[in-house]
């Protein structure tokens, strides 16, 4: 089971390294249309949907790694028993929220493709496919967080310190 979550963290990491490569293609390209006089519609607005994309889909591995900021001014100081049962409230309210948004963003991919939502655009791309990927992205930080719970309940979590971890 470790090995597909570890899979699954780290294959949404080269979703988001392949979208912020669509990112520079799509600036790449606006820039050099304006220096040779072409127009590519859509460009910006393809831009803009591979950032939200690259940022949804790399939640889960950036967590996973300890690389999400957190203010540790309160749990740092805690030993025991008080230490888990704060990080396990923290990864429970984190759980609860992950699972409302990747809900949320489920239902929003659901009703922009029954409506055929598209955006205002002249691409006219429908929008349930840039949505798409901030569904898959909250889903699978859920799934990490809900992994983090499931350690820090067996004892298994690892608490580096800030200092410890970039040395």
């Given at each position: 089971?470790?090995?597909?979550?570890?899979?699954?963290?780290?294959?949404?990491?080269?979703?988001a390294a392949f979208s912020m490569?669509?990112?520079?293609?799509?600036?790449?390209?606006?820039?050099?249309?304006?220096?040779?006089?072409?127009?590519?519609?859509?460009?910006?607005?393809?831009?803009?949907?591979?950032?939200?994309?690259?940022?949804?889909?790399?939640?889960?591995?950036?967590?996973?790694?300890?690389?999400?900021?957190?203010?540790?001014?309160?749990?740092?100081?805690?030993?025991?028993?008080?230490?888990?049962?704060?990080?396990?409230?923290?990864?429970?309210?984190?759980?609860?929220l992950s699972a409302l948004v990747?809900?949320?963003?489920?239902?929003?991919?659901?009703?922009?493709?029954?409506?055929?939502?598209?955006?205002?655009?002249?691409?006219?791309?429908?929008?349930?496919?840039?949505?798409?990927?901030m569904a898959l992205g909250a889903?699978?930080?859920?799934?990490?967080?809900?992994?983090?719970?499931?350690?820090?309940?067996?004892?298994?979590?690892?608490?580096?310190?800030?200092?410890?971890?970039?040395?």
């Amino acid at each position: 089971m470790r090995k597909i979550l570890d899979g699954l963290f780290m294959g949404s990491a080269w979703l988001a390294a392949f979208s912020m490569i669509i990112v520079l293609i799509m600036v790449l390209l606006s820039m050099a249309g304006r220096t040779l006089n072409f127009y590519l519609p859509g460009a910006d607005a393809y831009a803009g949907y591979a950032m939200a994309a690259s940022g949804f889909l790399a939640l889960a591995h950036t967590l996973k790694r300890g690389e999400h900021i957190r203010v540790t001014l309160i749990v740092g100081k805690l030993n025991g028993a008080a230490r888990k049962a704060m990080e396990l409230w923290a990864l429970t309210v984190g759980g609860a929220l992950s699972a409302l948004v990747a809900t949320y963003s489920w239902r929003l991919v659901l009703q922009s493709h029954q409506f055929h939502d598209i955006s205002t655009g002249n691409d006219a791309t429908p929008l349930w496919i840039p949505q798409l990927f901030m569904a898959l992205g909250a889903t699978v930080l859920f799934i990490a967080l809900l992994d983090e719970w499931v350690l820090e309940w067996q004892n298994r979590r690892s608490h580096q310190s800030e200092e410890t971890r970039h040395e």
